[in-house]
């Protein structure tokens, strides 16, 4: 069976966001004032060959931690969907 996962890695809200600070300041800069608290983070998207669902979200847990997101510093979820 084949998956794909849409993955989303974002840094901790309790985490300064420099990134996200500074398209904030930008914003109120282009008189965008009612936007606040941009937090950026990256999305990820990945295929799994795996005998079953279970498996293939085992694998993509397994990718996020050991991998694709610093958890110390950033959180993630994702979502598996099977395809032909």
């Given at each position: 069976m084949k998956f794909i996962a849409e993955i989303d890695i974002m840094p901790?809200?309790?985490l300064l966001d420099p990134q996200?600070?500074?398209v904030?300041?930008?914003l109120k800069n282009l008189n965008l004032s009612e936007i606040d608290n941009v937090?950026?983070?990256?999305?990820?998207?990945?295929?799994?060959n795996a005998p079953s669902e279970e498996v293939a979200k085992e694998?993509?847990?397994?990718?996020?931690?050991?991998?694709?997101?610093n958890q110390l510093m950033e959180?993630?979820?994702?979502?598996l969907?099977?395809?032909n």
């Open positions: 901790l809200k309790a996200g600070k500074a904030s300041s930008s937090r950026i983070g990256k999305h990820i998207s990945l295929e799994i694998k993509v847990e397994e990718a996020c931690k050991k991998i694709l997101a959180s993630y979820e994702f979502e969907k099977e395809i």
